[in-house]
């Protein structure tokens, strides 16, 4: 069997931590190898060694057999091995020629000259059905499209061996059809992909065999055909996961939230929700799906106050609190895990108790005429991170900025579910984490259910709204296109409604 | 450990811009100790130099206080030349009305809360633009230190001058924050009650920020509005309020630097304390004590440059010239982080070796 790319017994470690501790991996020619493994498990820091980024402390590298030095991403690149980052590494106001040919720009004298490099840009993406249109300009596409733009690249400077790391993470569920179509596409070129991940259904969909990692070692490698995803995730966790969650009968409760015909506008003035109604009971998670950019964010923006209404009411125990203030809506009983937990959810440079206060800092007890209580903040955080299992290198002194994603997040539902609040809106609560911190907050939002309160769950991944939803609404072009208990349809049927193929909405 | 590293860059800059001195000096054939000792000594020499050096530092302090409290709340006030302006303006105008026949004891804390007032509205005028319709603030305040400008230059000629066009009255001690105690104390020098003022204010914005609700809430919006925003603070009032803490701090600078120290008012001067204070700030790393030890470093520098220049042929520019070079190596401070965490790698290996 020809390996394309052997990383054999690699060792690296960091102050305090061995990332990865005797890694060894073999990726055949013209297959997909999924490396799977949880947030902090290793994953990117031996990929980043691939690239050239770290050196490794000991362990060799073979690229076609032969021992390589990798002492950085051009040596990668010359090597043919090439990476699509999870964050796109892309000038926005280029177009995708422009961006494509950056670093290896063709020219005459000083003038740029990209009419050649578009025509074989036009040509790969035809070849590898990627769609893709060189004279666009990146900041007018969409994000899939990006995606494809980055594969381009890789492609334009011959890579055999392309990396994705967690490719999905960003995209709708219509663009993983497509991304997955354009991988089988690449594997039928000959070319060979290592694809970094955690979601077991993506590795079962298109994965040839999977090697599984856990605190920095291999756990050991399947061929996933033969493996069922609860054996992949047990190897990942190393216990057994949970998918189901347990959920007892529903006891609807009274009304907590009543959406009247509202419509929000969007930041570029056009209409983004128009005439949107829904009711959340206590004791119930409604699950909103639809497809990305549908007006769920700004819904929820609406919501929560951090947009503007510009008709119709939200009623909240009976009170229309469209035009009242983020604090008022906090102080009313109303918690958001926002979608952006970087952006919205946390301040990255304070320290992890103060941002477990970051609703509530001026309240008693946590603040006296005017001045805070140090002391009870951080014994109020240090239970708070303990309840929910935020693990951080310095405990609450830690700062935000220093936690992984899953820690982040888990910190962030603490921080509201401690707020006891009549309503939770949770967005997009578990993208991009691990199996271990999904399930956890999956049962957090439950409780939260099972004691009366009313949960409003929006995402975009249609499992977790299968999976948790007492009641699917489905928006889309920011109207309701649909309201559905999980047992009387199917995914089919609710990725029609996404599509704006409306039904007649009943409850 | 951030504190250790922020003290590590400082001390690196002011050590590699004192290199850069003996640098120059050496250059134009000087001795380059012979221009220290003379540098420190003109600083430090007497109680009437420490004097000296301390009344520069009570200016830079305020200034230096009001540029790092607006850094702290993401806020860049390049425009504390103009709230000094206008504080001082108001100070004077009080001083030279109604200042001669009242009590020193009420008159100064009157001087001290009105100039505040007039440097927060001054800086207010920019946070509200920028809270309400996302006007810069580099952009707002360097406008409105032209403004401040013309309208010293209109004022002081048109309702206080003495006599010549160009200057105000002088302030008679009886109105002015000049204390006969400390004078005596301090031999003579220029020396005055603002020095209480700006200690007191360094402490009362170290409180702040560390301590209190608002400060919480200044620095979050500072750190990242949207988070902010999100929690339910309201950013815009937010934004405003510390423009105006900013600028009131300017104010107090104004109001002790020209009752206290040049006793009258100049036209067509922008104070440079007001661009200086932008150095503090970077060399105190935005702390307020970091600030303090800043201003009064640099307030060395500048009573010493005078003697430097009196008993050695450097000219007085070389000490400009160090300020200037440590500026430059306070800003690009990153460098001096990334060999904090260099040193400290090395350091830690050595020790477990």
Known sequence: MEHVVEMLNITKAFPGIVANDDISIQLRKGEILALLGENGAGKSTLMSILFGLYTPDAGTIKVFGKTVNIANPNVANALGIGMVHQHFKLVHNFTVTENIVLGMEPHVGPFLKTRDAAAKIRALSKHYGLNVDPDAKIEDVSVGMQQRVEILKMLYRDAEVLIFDEPTAVLTPQEIIELMKIMRNLIAEGKSIILITHKLKEIKEIADRCTVIRRGKVIGTVDVAGTTSAQMAEMMVGRQVNFNVDKPAKQCGDVVLEIKDLRVQSSRKTEAVKGFSLTVHGGEIVGLAGVDGNGQTELVEALTGLRHVESGSILFQGQDIAHHSIRDRIRAGMAHIPEDRQKRGLVLDYTMEENMVLEIYGLPPFAKRGFLQKPLIRAYAEKLMQDFDVRAGEGSLSLARGLSGGNQQKAIVGREVAHDPMLLIAVQPTRGLDVGSIEYIHRRLVEQRNSGKAVLLVSLELDEIMDLSDRIAVISHGELTGLKYPKETNEGEIGLMMAGVAEGAHQ | ?353
């Open chain 2, 1 to 353: 450990m951030n504190r250790a590293r922020d003290l590590f860059t400082a001390l690196m800059a002011v050590f590699l811009g004192l290199v850069a001195g003996a640098i120059f000096m050496t250059a134009i054939g000087a001795n380059p100790f012979a221009g220290f000792f003379y540098l420190f000594r003109g600083g430090l020499m007497s109680i009437s130099r420490i004097g000296d050096t301390l009344s520069t530092a009570t200016t830079l302090i305020l200034t230096g206080l009001a540029v790092a409290f607006a850094f702290r709340t993401g806020l860049f006030n390049i425009g504390v030349a103009g709230q000094m302006l206008v504080g001082g303006l108001v100070a004077t105008m009080l001083a030279l009305t109604i200042g001669e026949s009242m009590p020193k004891y009420l008159f100064i804390p009157l001087v001290l809360v009105c100039s505040m007032l007039a440097g927060a509205l001054w800086a207010g005028i920019a946070g509200l633009l920028k809270a309400a319709f996302n006007v810069h603030e580099v952009v707002a305040t360097i406008m409105l230190n032209w403004t401040a400008f013309w309208v010293v230059d209109y004022i002081i000629p048109t309702f206080f001058k003495a006599g010549l066009e160009t200057e105000s009255r002088t302030i008679l001690s009886d109105a002015s924050m000049r204390m006969d105690w400390m004078n005596r104390l301090f031999d003579g020098s220029h020396v005055n009650f603002g020095l209480f003022v700006s200690i007191s204010a360094v402490i009362i914005i170290a409180i702040i920020l560390d301590k209190t609700v608002l400060g919480y809430e200044l620095k979050a919006v500072g750190f990242n509005h949207h988070a902010a925003e999100y929690a339910g603070i309201d950013v815009a009032r937010n934004v405003t309020l510390a423009m105006a803490i900013s600028g009131a701090l300017a104010g107090l600078a104004g109001a002790t630097y020209y009752t206290g120290y040049t006793l009258n008012m100049q036209i067509g001067v922008m104070p440079t304390a007001g661009f200086d204070g932008i150095a503090v700030a970077l060399l105190g790393a935005n702390s307020p004590w970091g600030v303090l030890a800043a201003a009064l470093f640099f307030g060395i520098l500048h009573a010493g440059k005078g003697l430097m220049g009196a008993n050695t042929s450097i000219p007085p520019e070389i000490g400009d010239t160090i300020i200037a070079t440590i500026i430059y190596f306070a800003a690009t401070s990153i460098l001096f982080f990334k060999l904090f965490d260099y040193l400290k790698k090395k350091f830690k290996k050595g020790g477990q070796a």
